[in-house]
């Protein structure tokens, strides 16, 4: 493991390690996060490579985090832009550090807070890539069939496990994340339901569509018992019987867009913006399919708004003589 170690130009370097009062400040802030503010972990982990970026930074300076100035900032968020970085993952950044900045002075970690001049860069806004009814169909249905006559082989078992995600990803709008945590008990086949922990450890019911239902039935009753550990309570697992991680849903859903959709860009999170344009263009009610996704602010889910009006001038364009 080349821990503490890194490249410059073609050969291996070893890193300076930060002071052990910076490491201590920058876990202070991080369970602050997890325990006081209770962030999902990929949260809290950006938060803590962010903060961490800039502590080696003015670290290299000779400075430390708690004499950092204004200009010092600005100084680091520039050679972010140099160095290649997107507007978004700087907006990011920026975003992390007036959170810690701002933590320090509540703390008294620092006296005054340097960050609160700090400006986002703007981020152009981009509107989410959505499958037409037919490609998402096609996606979510090019597991292969498995017959129900004999004992699954592994194959058949990670068939019947892929098509369940699938239909939880299109026909319910999950998560990755939300689906790769979920366990038995949050899954009420009877009634329809599905209990799902999303950001910021917050809890919500999300429907079952008739396919997801039949598809998790056939999972639960064929697959399940040939993949999963007995004392384990998760509900899907990779091929290693270790519960399913968000790394491995993306390369299955990779895998089967390869197979009907290979000019198409598609990831879980393309069938997550899939199901709910579709909703809205079926005439769902906006706030509704707010609750549904788990959005926190209405004006995330007004973005699939935008995406529905888009289509309609596109087919506006494509159909009408005088357009």
């Known amino acids: 493991m080349l821990r503490g170690l890194w490249y410059k130009g073609n050969r291996m370097s070893p890193r300076k390690e930060l002071p052990a009062s910076e490491l201590e400040v920058i876990e202070r802030f991080v369970s602050h996060l997890a325990l006081e503010r209770r962030l999902s972990p990929n949260t809290v982990d950006a938060y803590r490579r962010d903060v ?38 700087i907006a990011r950044r920026v975003a992390s550090i007036r959170t810690f900045y ?13 960050a609160s001049m700090l400006g986002r860069p703007k981020v152009v806004s981009r509107l989410p890539s959505v499958l037409r009814p037919s490609d998402a169909a ?42 790769c945590g979920l366990t038995l008990d949050r899954v009420d086949l009877a009634r329809g339901r599905v209990l799902v922990l999303g950001k910021g450890s917050k809890e919500r019911e999300v429907p079952l569509s008739d396919y997801a239902i039949s598809a998790l039935e056939e999972y639960l009753r064929f697959a399940r018992p040939f ?12 091929r290693r ?3 399913m991680s968000e790394r491995d849903a993306r390369a299955m859903v990779e895998k089967y867009r390869k197979l009907t959709l290979s000019d198409r860009h598609a990831s879980p999170h393309t069938l ?20 549904l996704l ?30």
Do not use: C
């Open 52 to 89: 961490l970026q800039l502590a080696r930074f003015i670290d290299r300076i000779g400075t430390s985090l708690a004499a950092v100035d204004y200009p010092l900032l600005r100084r680091f968020l520039a050679q972010q832009s140099t160095l290649g970085y997107s507007r978004a993952s």
């Open 102 to 114: 701002r933590w320090a002075n509540g703390r008294g970690v620092v006296a005054v807070d340097p």
């Open 138 to 179: 096609a996606l979510v249905e090019s597991p292969a069939a498995v017959s129900k006559d004999a004992a699954p082989t592994q194959p058949e078992a990670f068939s019947l496990r892929d098509r369940a995600v699938l239909e939880l990803m299109y026909g319910s709008g999950l998560r990755v994340g939300e689906i």
């Open 227 to 238: 993949v999963a550990p007995e004392s384990s309570t998760s509900l899907f697992f990779n």
């Open 241 to 243: 019987r270790k519960p």
């Open 272 to 291: 997550r913006h899939s199901y709910a344009t579709h909703l809205l263009e079926g005439g769902a009610d906006i706030r509704a399919v707010q609750e």
């Open 294 to 323: 788990g959005h926190a602010s209405l004006a995330t889910t007004q973005r699939y708004t935008h995406v529905s009006k888009s289509r309609l001038r596109s087919v506006y364009q494509q159909s009408h003589p005088r357009a």
